[in-house]
C-alpha cells in the first residue's frame, strides 16, 4: 500500500457506512478494492465512474471499454464477503438513480 493515501485510523472498529469506488483504475492499483474495503469495512459500497462517458445519454450505459470490469465485481463481492458486515452490498449507479441508504 502507499502511504499517500487517507485510511481509517487503526484499531477504529467501527465501518463507515459508505465508500465511492471508481473501478475503471482497478488494473492500475493492485491492492484496488481489497485494501480499501478491507480498511474502511463499509456497509455499502457505491460505484462511480464505472460506466463509458463517450457514449450518447440515450443509449443504455456500458462499462468503460478496456477494462475486465467482471474481473473488478467478482474481486468487490469476494472481499465485501470476507470482511464486511453481511447485509453490505454494492450499488452501480446510472444517471437519474436516486439511492436512500440507512
Not at 485510511?7 to 483504475?25: I, N
Not at 463509458?52 to 468503460?64: G, H, N, Y
Amino acid at each position: 500500500m502507499t502511504d499517500s493515501l487517507l485510511w481509517a485510523p487503526a484499531g477504529d472498529a467501527r465501518a463507515v457506512d459508505l465508500a465511492v469506488l471508481v473501478p475503471s483504475t482497478f488494473a492500475e492499483v493492485p491492492w484496488h478494492p481489497e485494501a480499501v474495503i478491507d480498511n474502511l469495512r463499509p456497509r455499502h459500497v457505491l460505484l462511480g465512474h464505472w460506466e463509458d462517458l463517450f457514449r450518447p445519454p440515450w443509449e443504455a450505459p456500458v462499462p468503460v471499454f478496456l477494462n475486465d470490469f467482471g474481473h473488478f465485481l467478482g474481486r468487490l463481492e469476494r472481499v465485501l464477503e470476507a470482511v464486511s458486515d453481511p447485509a453490505a452490498g454494492w450499488h452501480m449507479p446510472v444517471a437519474g438513480t436516486r439511492f436512500r441508504l440507512r
